[in-house]
């Protein structure tokens, strides 16, 4: 007999990354991870922690001094009305704050309404909690937002979450103040629950604002926002994020979820925290003002292609170019019984260019027709996976 979890399907991005082990020198522009190392507070706070012996088992919610951290962060940066330390949980990651969450708000068939592109990952968690993800496409003429009375139809008697996620993967696309005010108001009219996502809260561009939404009138109260230090700190592999939940009910749900999966969150890991947001806040700002650097880098590269083959303007949040592959591209005859043309196009990439990329339909059908590359590797990186795609293209056009 066939499990539940049967049907919820893998990421193309682990089919990816598996084909990428196969190739020589890679460029791996296809996995969401910077190029940069943790800060030097980072790796001191784990240091500092492990020759005090600080190996042993942890509170539940996480350290109380990564807590009041986090509680003076989410008030200063976030403008969020967090009443103490009470509220914040302290996760393996975004992507763990992300499953929680959603295990502890949905019932089985409570719909969620999501994007279309959006973060496989995501998809995966709402699924895994036994909830139904309603898309609502995202528009490249509408610089990758949804078209908010679109997004209104998709509630239903089901509804239980709108889930956002700004700036957004894959399409960078940042809502604006007035986007998130609508669907604020939305949440209140239809009482729904809003699930944000803001892993990338320190990644804007040209200018850019985050806000959160939880900082509007009334809407803490009904949001959970999630926030990781993968990309803000460099800190992919070692595995922190949080979340802040006001609602206790809910909160203890997820806190059983948290406890019954992990019991705590690496204790050391926890310190390293600490030495971030100590010491390191001021290396969010470089790394920001050099990812910037970096996506002009490849988007200059990209049109010097030409424009013949992949195109798309550059996204003022994230780190990820999701570009449009031209229409006529045809794959050779090896790959036309791929699965689709962006899957095409990518196994055309890896295999002729060694360049790992992800198609745009593993994030969903709206996506299909495009390729993402993230351009948050280190420069060289970046220039190589260049050089190698304009010899392709210049060979094959
Ligand atoms: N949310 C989005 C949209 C992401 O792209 C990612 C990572 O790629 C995450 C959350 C969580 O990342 P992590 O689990 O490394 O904190």
């Given at each position: 007999?066939?499990?539940?979890?049967?049907?919820?399907?893998?990421?193309g991005?682990?089919?990816?990354?598996?084909?990428?082990?196969?190739?020589?020198?890679?460029?791996?522009?296809?996995?969401?991870?910077?190029?940069?190392?943790?800060?030097?507070?980072?790796?001191?706070?784990?240091?500092?922690?492990?020759?005090?012996?600080?190996?042993?088992?942890?509170?539940?919610?996480?350290?109380?001094?990564?807590?009041?951290?986090?509680?003076?962060?989410?008030?200063?940066?976030?403008?969020?009305?967090?009443?103490?330390?009470?509220?914040?949980?302290?996760?393996?990651?975004?992507?763990?704050?992300?499953?929680?969450?959603?295990?502890?708000?949905?019932?089985?068939?409570?719909?969620?309404?999501?994007?279309d592109p959006?973060?496989?990952?995501?998809?995966?968690?709402?699924?895994?909690?036994?909830?139904?993800?309603?898309?609502?496409p995202l528009y490249e003429s509408?610089?990758w937002?949804?078209?908010?009375?679109?997004?209104?139809?998709?509630?239903?008697?089901?509804?239980?979450?709108?889930?956002?996620?700004?700036?957004?993967?894959p399409t960078?696309?940042?809502?604006?103040?007035?986007?998130?005010?609508?669907?604020?108001?939305?949440?209140?009219?239809?009482?729904?629950?809003?699930?944000?996502?803001?892993?990338?809260?320190?990644?804007?561009?040209?200018?850019?604002?985050?806000?959160?939404?939880?900082?509007?009138?009334?809407?803490?109260?009904?949001?959970?926002?999630?926030?990781?230090?993968?990309?803000?700190?460099?800190?992919?592999?070692?595995?922190?994020?949080?979340?802040?939940?006001?609602?206790?009910?809910?909160?203890?749900?997820?806190?059983?979820?948290?406890?019954?999966?992990?019991?705590?969150?690496?204790?050391?890991?926890?310190?390293?925290?600490?030495?971030?947001?100590?010491?390191?806040?001021?290396?969010?700002?470089?790394?920001?003002?050099?990812?910037?650097?970096?996506?002009?880098?490849?988007?200059?590269?990209i049109?010097?292609?030409?424009g013949a083959v992949l195109s798309g303007e550059?996204?003022?949040?994230?780190?990820y170019a999701f570009l449009r592959i031209n229409p006529t591209w045809k794959p050779?005859?090896?790959l036309?019984?791929a699965d689709s043309q962006s899957w095409a196009f990518v196994e055309h990439l890896?295999?002729?260019?060694?360049?790992?990329c992800v198609p745009g339909v593993d994030f969903g059908p709206h996506g299909e027709g495009y390729v993402r590359f993230?351009?948050?590797?280190?420069?060289?990186?970046?220039?190589?996976?260049?050089?190698?795609?304009?010899?392709?293209?210049?060979?094959?056009?």
């Open positions: 007999m066939g499990s539940y979890l049967d049907s919820i399907p893998f990421s991005i682990m089919r990816i990354r598996d084909m990428m082990f196969g190739i020589d020198k890679p460029f791996r522009l296809d996995q969401g991870d910077v190029g940069f190392d943790a800060p030097d507070a980072v790796k001191a706070g784990m240091t500092k922690a492990i020759t005090a012996n600080q190996t042993h088992y942890v509170q539940t919610v996480g350290i109380p001094r990564l807590r009041e951290l986090i509680l003076k962060k989410l008030h200063g940066k976030n403008d969020t009305p967090v009443e103490s330390v009470d509220d914040i949980i302290v996760t393996n990651g975004g992507m763990h704050a992300l499953y929680i969450a959603f295990m502890g708000l949905l019932e089985p068939d409570d719909e969620v309404i999501c994007t959006m973060w496989p990952s995501t998809r995966g968690s709402i699924l895994s909690a036994r909830g139904v993800p309603i898309s609502c509408n610089r937002r949804p078209d908010l009375v679109e997004l209104e139809s998709k509630i239903t008697s089901r509804t239980r979450v709108i889930l956002i996620n700004s700036p957004q993967n960078g696309g940042v809502l604006t103040r007035s986007d998130l005010e609508h669907i604020a108001n939305l949440a209140k009219e239809r009482d729904l629950w809003i699930v944000s996502d803001e892993a990338y809260e320190d990644i804007l561009f040209d200018g850019e604002q985050h806000i959160s939404i939880a900082s509007l009138p009334e809407m803490y109260e009904r949001t959970i926002p999630i926030y990781t230090f993968s990309k803000s700190y460099a800190m992919t592999g070692l595995r922190l994020g949080y979340l802040s939940i006001k609602d206790p009910a809910v909160r203890d749900r997820v806190k059983k979820v948290l406890y019954y999966s992990c019991s705590n969150v690496c204790s050391v890991v926890q310190f390293a925290g600490v030495g971030g947001l100590e010491n390191a806040q001021a290396r969010i700002e470089e790394f920001r003002i050099e990812l910037q650097a970096r996506r002009d880098l490849f988007y200059n590269g049109r010097n292609l030409g550059p996204p003022t949040g994230a780190f050779e005859s090896r036309l019984k890896i295999q002729q260019a060694r360049i790992g993230c351009f948050a590797r280190n420069r060289a990186e970046l220039t190589g996976a260049l050089d190698s795609m304009r010899r392709l293209f210049s060979a094959t056009h």
